[in-house]
């Protein structure tokens, strides 16, 4: 019964943080850097995430948005524009 909560809880969790996940569109900006070296850099961040380990936690605190972050992007609202 416990594992059962336990699991419930993991679920309810899931959901809630792909929902909070969801925003606005947005546009990457990294002073200086070119079309082609953001697209290199977000294939690179893409593969990175694809090779994560196998479970969905492991796929949860890895982020498409915090591997561009990490690499000096600044993500800003298409509605800020």
Do not use: H
């Not at 899931?14 to 850099?41: A, H, M, N």
Request: hydrophobic letters at 30%; glycine letters at 8%.
């Amino acid at each position: 019964m416990k594992k059962i909560k336990i699991n419930l809880l993991i679920g309810f969790m899931t959901i809630l943080s792909g929902v909070s996940c969801v925003s606005d569109p947005v546009k990457w900006y990294k002073s200086g850097t070119s079309q082609e070296t953001f697209t290199r850099d977000k294939s690179d961040c893409e593969e990175a995430l694809l090779s994560t380990g196998s479970t969905q936690r492991d796929k949860d605190i890895y982020s498409l948005e915090g591997c561009l972050e990490s690499k000096g992007y600044t993500a800003i609202p298409l509605s800020s524009q």
